[in-house]
């Protein structure tokens, strides 16, 4: 049963549709690898065995009429905890929404299950997803699969654990600032940062609205970018309830269209220093692009960091006046990180009308410019973070001699919240610890199915990695 919870999302669904995979036993698999593996991990908020069960049921009955939902009939995946799953806790990883429970589900969970998909449980987060390490007051810390003193990453790090670990063959995310891409890079995992729209927010809180709106996206994470894939056609699509949402069809490139594509790539910003085997990495991914036909070119974008500036003006004291209203009063039952990021967002001067404007409108500018570069190079190959999982509460580190801090290490991914790209991140290489190291794969915005294409080549060039330890 180890084996069967293994295989990729693609393989449980395919020996599913032959009838060589049972969905009862492939639900039963992961439930006792979820017994098994995650009181050391503590990934899950909700585990619903009798729920996944009678979803199993359903599913086998309707093979064995020779039924079949979609591509990921019978296939067992998680929702992160700040996602609408009906009857399960949505409380985003504080005590102010304790046992908030909503009674429909989010559109991407009403996608999924279209598609066949059986919902396991749902998974720990930090508290109003405002950390790169996931850790609360009501659930406690989640632990990388790969070494337990370790983070899996945040806001999406009890997802990615629950992956990684294979608990669940793949889910769902979401990504403020790297909140999807850094957990993956943590765990040895893929994941996507959508386009803002291409995949609804709605049934997602912090809801989409202000700045959450403009930088946060929901997205799929699974072990392999095949998997990737067929989550997010799942999932994309228009929903009212997300002001961002357009009717754009999903459209797949034709593999002599893939081939001209341009890819530039660069190692570090000139700003943040990045783990040698960081630079290895992403090296080695555009060596195997560039092995597979593909024209790749060194290139560093202009303006990094006025881009991150913004995204943190907007992240940081813009995403504190959404909570305001939520948090006022009750700041002693706030969580440390919680704590931690408010008052560094509290050093910047307050948000007036004007300043706001301003930033909306420098961000304007700086995506238009970004975009005109990308039309030379509609594909970037570039670091996720600037290290591998860190220890539990680090927060910063010495690299080619120079202190680099917390927010600084992952700007990587900050930059293209605030723009609007679609990322990628698929595991390459490995640090001297023998913890996973991603790359991300930026495509245009709207163009997911670019990224994914040009990503699953860099996953063909450069292997998998090995499993985690639990």
């Known amino acids: 049963m180890g084996e069967l919870t293994s295989l990729s999302a693609t393989e449980m669904a395919e020996g599913v549709r032959r009838k060589t995979i049972s969905p009862i036993e492939l639900t039963e698999a992961h439930l006792r690898r979820i017994g098994r593996v995650n009181p050391k991990i503590n990934a899950f908020i909700t585990v619903d065995e009798s729920g ?27 929702v992160k905890s700040s996602i609408n799953v009906t009857g399960f806790r949505c409380e985003t990883g504080t005590r102010l929404r304790a046992g908030a429970t909503p009674d429909e589900d989010a559109a991407l969970v009403t996608g999924l299950r279209a598609a066949g998909a059986i919902v396991l449980g749902n998974t720990n987060a930090p ?33 990615s654990a629950a992956i990684a670990a294979r608990c669940s063959a793949g889910g769902v995310g979401s990504d403020g600032g790297g909140s999807i891409r850094v957990p993956a890079h943590f765990t040895g995992i893929c994941g996507l940062k959508p386009t803002p729209g291409r995949i609804p927010a709605s049934g997602h809180f912090p809801p989409s609205q202000g700045p959450f709106a403009l930088i946060g996206v929901v997205g799929p994470m699974a ?27 999903i459209r797949w490139p034709a593999e002599a269209e893939l081939r001209k594509i341009r890819v530039g790539y660069f190692e570090d910003d000139g700003r943040t220093p990045v783990t040698p ?25 202009g303006r990094l960091e006025e881009i991150r500036q913004v995204w943190w003006k907007l992240f940081g004291p813009g995403v504190q006046v959404l909570l305001r209203p939520i948090l006022e009063g009750r700041e002693s039952e706030l969580s440390p990180f919680l704590k931690e990021i408010r008052a560094l967002a509290n050093r910047e001067e307050p948000l007036t009308v004007e300043s706001l404007l301003d930033a909306q409108i420098k961000r304007d500018v700086l995506r238009e410019r970004f975009l005109v570069e ?47 790209n679609p990322g990628v991140v698929v595991p390459v290489g490995r640090s001297p610890e023998g913890l996973p190291i991603g790359v991300q794969v930026v495509g245009r915005p709207w163009e997911e199915e670019i990224a994914l294409a040009v990503a699953a080549k860099v996953e063909q060039a450069c292997g998998d990695l090995r499993e985690p330890v639990v």
């Open 127 to 159: 508290e109003f997803l405002m950390a790169y390490e996931t850790d609360n007051l009501l659930y406690g810390r989640t632990n990388n699969p790969w070494d337990l003193d370790r983070t899996p990453g945040g806001s999406s790090g009890g997802e």
């Open 374 to 420: 990308m039309e030379k190079y509609p594909i970037l190959i570039c670091p996720v973070c600037a290290v591998p999982a860190f220890r539990h509460r680090e927060r910063e580190w010495m690299i080619d001699g120079k202190r680099v801090e917390y927010l600084d290490a992952m700007s990587y991914s900050q930059w293209f919240n605030i723009l609007g």
């Open 277 to 301: 085997e960081t630079r290895a990495a992403v090296r080695e991914a555009a060596e195997g692009l560039r092995a597979q036909g593909f024209r790749v070119e060194p290139f560093r974008p």
């Open 223 to 249: 072990r392999t970018v095949s998997d990737v894939r067929i989550l997010f056609e799942a999932m994309a699509g228009p929903d009212a309830g997300d002001p961002n949402s357009a009717p754009v069809p």
């Open 52 to 78: 996944a069960l009678d979803q199993a049921r359903r599913a086998e009955f309707l093979v064995t009429r020779g039924g079949w939902l979609g591509p990921l009939h019978g296939v067992p995946v998680t």
